[in-house]
């Protein structure tokens, strides 16, 4: 767009989660001609996030940073204990901040893409500065739709959540079994659960929302979003995914994977915020050796990274650790995720179920073993397993409900490994992902190119 470069500034909210798919934003907003400025919450929650935002300013010498200095965080309370949602809070409480820096930008503002989870800030500040504001959900079409339907589930029959039917109905989906919703949500009174419900509310005055999706993984949600039946009130739904990786150094481990041989690896990680109890460790731990396959696991025992000090030894055992050395590879510590689930060896992904975890095996069509432990996740998999991308025990309840044997988890990897139907479905899956989001005509970048080229108008 010579001589009139659309200026997009991006806006994430805390954690890897909902850092990572604004990175991916920017690099390929900044790929398609677009002045890029990105917002830095600091400080930060974790230390992934401040050592990702660093690399990433390095790779990317011309996208702007521009450094939101927010007020302290409030200390933990009976209603908000969680790190990240603490995070969001003081993100809200510091918003009038924002204001002159935004003002301040030059060349000025074309479009702000913002959080989803944080629209209740941003949009209303976006629309008293005239500048058009696109919500950039981080999650799955249909959690999406569960979450924007939210403020109805509650106000309009409440009998809908806990009463005597054993789904939530939303217009225009398939219905929800109540056992996928999280359990927060019953609780209106938690601040993750009246957060959500705000900022749910203000989604209608958003021009656009941008979804890290694609046609033909959704199509029946999408099309329900854009159509009118899950909300009248609600903008032009764009599904603009899977986001393309940006620029990020060689990972580790990834000489290892070299080494074995195609479709054999389980690679495990159950996210950048998610941690199992030593317990569950244990067995999970117990399962990999039982299920006879090589692995690259990723282990955390604590929610934020700066707190996650406990040895591996100590967590697994030295004897473990020992009889697995030849067959497995234990990180405590980050690992380039995209760039594994990209490389052959991998032949299966036991998965949170993480949003962007599930674009990057949809993208690289790998099978995902589903285990989803909280929040989003549980509807996540019910996309992943309807998609075909994955299968999920259901009976592994949330993480934290009960401790699943090993025995049992075993059986469930060799189960997804030697699965030819699920491997060639997610193949499938893959080559659908690539045409989405690589080819000229492929729907996310239509999609990509329309909104770029409306703010070039
Ligand atoms: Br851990 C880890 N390397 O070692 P999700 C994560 N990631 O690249 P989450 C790595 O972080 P929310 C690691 O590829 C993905 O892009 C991973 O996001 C990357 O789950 C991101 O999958 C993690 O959405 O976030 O972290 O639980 O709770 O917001 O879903």
Redesign the pocket.
């Known amino acids: 767009f010579p001589g009139k470069s659309p200026h997009v500034a991006l806006f994430p909210g805390a954690?890897?989660?909902?850092l990572?798919p604004f990175l991916r934003l920017a690099a390929m907003l900044s790929s398609r001609g677009c002045l890029v400025t990105l917002i830095t919450v600091k400080p930060t929650v974790s230390v992934a996030e401040s050592t990702h935002i660093s690399t990433f300013f390095s790779t990317y010498p011309h996208i702007n940073r521009l450094d939101f200095e927010i007020l302290p965080c409030n200390p933990p309370n009976s209603t908000n204990t969680d790190p990240f949602f603490i995070q969001f809070e003081a993100i809200s409480r510091s918003v009038h901040l924002l204001k002159p820096l935004l003002l301040s930008s030059s060349p000025p503002l074309s479009a702000i893409f913002s959080d989803f989870v944080g629209s209740v800030t941003v949009t209303p500040l976006a629309e008293h500065l005239s500048i058009p504001n696109y919500v950039v959900s981080?999650t799955s079409a249909r959690f999406s739709s569960l979450f924007s339907y939210l403020p109805f589930l509650f106000s309009e029959n409440s009998a809908k959540f806990g009463g005597s039917d054993n789904d939530v109905q939303i217009p225009g989906l398939s219905p929800l079994p109540l056992s996928t919703i999280p359990p927060p949500f019953f609780n209106p009174t938690l601040f993750f659960t009246s957060f959500a419900i705000s900022n749910a509310q203000i989604l209608p005055k958003a021009k656009g929302i941008l979804l890290n999706t694609f046609d033909r993984f959704e199509p029946d949600t999408i099309a329900a979003l854009n159509n009118g039946s899950v909300l009248s009130s609600l903008p032009p739904v764009l599904p603009i995914g899977p986001f393309e990786p940006y620029k990020f150094k060689k990972g580790d481990y990834l000489s290892w994977v070299d080494d074995q041989s195609v479709g054999s690896v389980v690679y495990v990680?159950f996210?950048?915020?998610?941690a199992m109890s030593k317990d569950q460790i244990r067995e999970l731990g117990d399962g990999l050796e039982r299920s006879g396959c090589p692995f690259l696991w990723?282990l955390?025992s604590s929610k934020v990274d700066k707190e996650d000090n406990e040895e591996i030894e100590d967590l697994l055992g030295n004897s473990f650790l020992e009889r697995t050395k030849n067959r497995g590879i234990i990180v405590k510590g980050?690992?380039?995720?995209?760039q594994i689930l990209a490389h052959p060896a991998i032949g299966g992904f036991i998965s949170?179920c993480?949003?962007?975890?599930v674009m990057?095996a949809a993208r690289h069509g790998v099978p995902v073993l589903a285990w989803p432990l909280h929040?989003?996740q549980r509807v996540n998999a019910e996309v992943v397993e309807n998609a075909g991308l994955g299968m999920w025990v259901r009976d592994w309840g949330w993480g934290g409900e009960k401790v699943v044997k090993g025995e049992e988890i075993g059986e469930k990897v060799r189960e997804m490994m030697s699965d030819e139907k699920l491997r060639n479905k997610a193949m499938e899956v893959g080559e659908e992902a690539r045409k989405a989001c690589q080819d000229a005509n492929g729907s996310s970048v239509k999609a990509l190119m329309g909104i770029i080229e409306t703010l070039t108008l």
């Open positions: 954690g890897m989660g909902h990572t981080t990680s996210g950048s915020r998610t990723v955390k980050w690992v380039n995720q995209e949170h993480g949003w962007n975890s990057e929040g989003d």
